[in-house]
């Protein structure tokens, strides 16, 4: 079964502290993604990632980070967070260009 | 800027009829446009997609109809049902490229 898993699900952060968003994918995808999904402005890309250890900033990657050490997993780190990252992130993963891209749940993040 | 771009926030249609979702696009290098469909609570999900050589696309209910040269496309849904309600992304990249741009989404709901 092909699934990209988002942990957590819902998350109350306050101003200020570390959020660390964490996904993982069965598929051995070498691609993944993370976007944010705020009403109105669709899904917009935060980082891609083509494999391990190779990331690059994708349209809005300001107050964000990514770590991924391993194929399957893909974090999204938050270092002090603010009120404006308040959104829906979501996860996702391809097996390369042009191929279907997989989401996972997503995460619904506040910061208070 | 708005690479994609949904004319619709909202499209509300009765049951049995065809629902007709639009999108254009700015950049001409884009040449893979899927559509994805997102139930509440769930993330975006492949629904249908089209490559710029086609200028027609057709999944059962599903069609997509692509003008290259007015760079725009549209969705149609034939025969509507409720379990059709949901918010379609159009989306767009180009060959050799992993990034997909989103469209804001148009929020279908289909009165029984």
């Known amino acids: 079964d092909m699934k990209v898993t988002q942990m957590p699900r819902y998350l109350i952060k306050r101003m200020g502290e570390n959020v660390l968003l964490e996904c993982g994918q069965d598929?051995?995808?070498?691609?993944m993604y993370w976007y944010r999904q705020d009403p109105g402005l669709g899904l917009q890309l935060i980082y891609i990632?083509?494999?391990?250890?190779?990331?690059s900033e994708g349209d809005i990657p300001k107050g964000y980070r990514v770590s991924r050490k391993k194929r399957e997993h893909f974090s999204l780190i938050l270092d002090s967070a603010k009120t404006n990252q308040t959104s829906v992130y979501f996860c996702?993963?391809?097996?390369?260009?042009?191929?279907?891209?997989?989401f996972g749940k997503g995460t619904r993040l506040t910061v208070v | 800027q708005q690479q994609v771009r949904q004319s619709s926030q909202s499209l509300t249609v009765w049951e049995g009829e065809t629902a007709i979702l639009n999108c254009s696009y700015e950049?001409?290098?884009?040449?893979?446009f899927p559509w994805y469909q997102q139930f509440p609570g769930e993330g975006p999900a492949l629904l249908i997609a089209?490559?710029?050589?086609?200028d027609k696309k057709e999944d059962g209910r599903f069609t997509i109809f692509f003008n290259k040269r007015e760079k725009n496309l549209s969705l149609h849904i034939k025969d509507s049902q409720p379990g059709d309600s949901a918010t379609y992304f159009c989306?767009?990249?180009?060959?050799?490229?992993?990034?997909?741009?989103f469209g804001s989404g148009t929020k279908l709901t289909v009165e029984p």
């Open positions: 996702a993963s391809s097996r390369d260009s042009n191929t279907e891209v997989f």
């Open positions: 598929m051995s995808h070498e691609t």
């Open positions: 990632s083509y494999d391990v250890d190779s990331n």
């Open positions: 950049n001409s290098a884009f040449d893979y």
């Open positions: 089209i490559r710029s050589v086609s």
């Open positions: 989306a767009a990249s180009w060959s050799n490229y992993n990034v997909l741009y």
